[in-house]
């Protein structure tokens, strides 16, 4: 259980090009979904809470308009990355809460989706 | 916010050696987890560990929440245990890293 999937796994696209990023909780229903960022050899850094019906709630430093997220149903959040660059280059990472009875608060992750921009 | 500091940053194991990682938090935290990031960058759920003990095989963990650490301890290392061990934890739900303890066993 607890099965979190992220589409594409990869993606390479052009300078100026806007990229989508769907994470998908496939066998349990997360109102709340969660976004990083990870450098090579780096830690993971928060970049936005997503939130089921509402706003994202974005880390400071973050760029709104520039990393979008939608949270449409208690299954999926959409990350774009738009008018990309190649300093948008990294590995993203999506999680999902699931505070459901007996399991507390724990983050579920998917397994990333390398952006390279040329 | 909560500042989370691993150690050691560097292990190398022999396999079937025994490991203990520690992880130190700047404050309270009410959501702790310890993830293994294996080579294709997956992070898989350890423990979630607020307070206490737990096992699960050869792995197990135990927070002072007190104290505000955490420990993370391998036995019997095997070398698919080789990737990145992070802690993590927050007083709400969101979850800020540390940086990592990068383990190596070799056969």
């Known amino acids: 259980g607890a099965v979190v999937s992220q589409h594409p796994s990869w993606v390479i696209c052009k300078s100026g090009t806007s990229v989508k990023i769907e994470c998908r909780s496939l066998?349990?229903?997360?109102?709340?979904m969660f976004w990083y960022r990870q450098f090579p050899k780096q830690s993971l850094m928060l970049m936005a809470t997503?939130?089921?019906?509402?706003?994202?709630?974005?880390e400071q430093g973050v760029e709104k308009d520039k990393f979008l997220i939608n949270h449409a149903s208690l299954t999926l959040s959409t990350l774009t990355v738009t008018s990309a660059h190649p300093e948008d280059s990294s590995f993203y990472i999506c999680?999902?809460?699931?505070?459901?009875?007996?399991?507390?608060?724990?983050?579920?992750f998917g397994p990333g989706t390398r952006l390279t921009v040329l | 916010g909560i500042q989370v500091e691993q150690s050691p940053p560097d292990l190398i194991l022999q396999e079937g050696a025994n490991s203990t990682l520690r992880c130190n938090f700047s404050?309270?935290?009410?959501?702790l987890q310890w993830f293994h990031q294996n080579p294709w960058g997956q992070l898989i759920n350890l423990f979630y560990?607020?307070?206490g003990t737990k096992q699960n095989g050869r792995l197990s963990a135990t927070t002072v929440a007190t104290e505000r650490y955490s420990l993370l301890y391998i036995s019997s290392s095997q070398t698919t245990d080789s990737g990145v061990y992070f802690c993590?934890?927050?007083?709400?739900?969101?979850?800020?890293f540390g940086k990592g303890t990068l383990l190596t066993v070799n056969p």
């Open positions: 066998d349990f229903q997360a109102t709340t």
């Open positions: 404050d309270s935290v009410n959501n």
């Open positions: 993590s934890g927050g007083s709400n739900y969101k979850l800020t």
């Open positions: 560990i607020p307070s």
């Open positions: 999680s999902a809460r699931d505070f459901s009875s007996g399991k507390g608060d724990t983050q579920y």
């Open positions: 997503s939130n089921e019906g509402s706003k994202a709630t974005y």
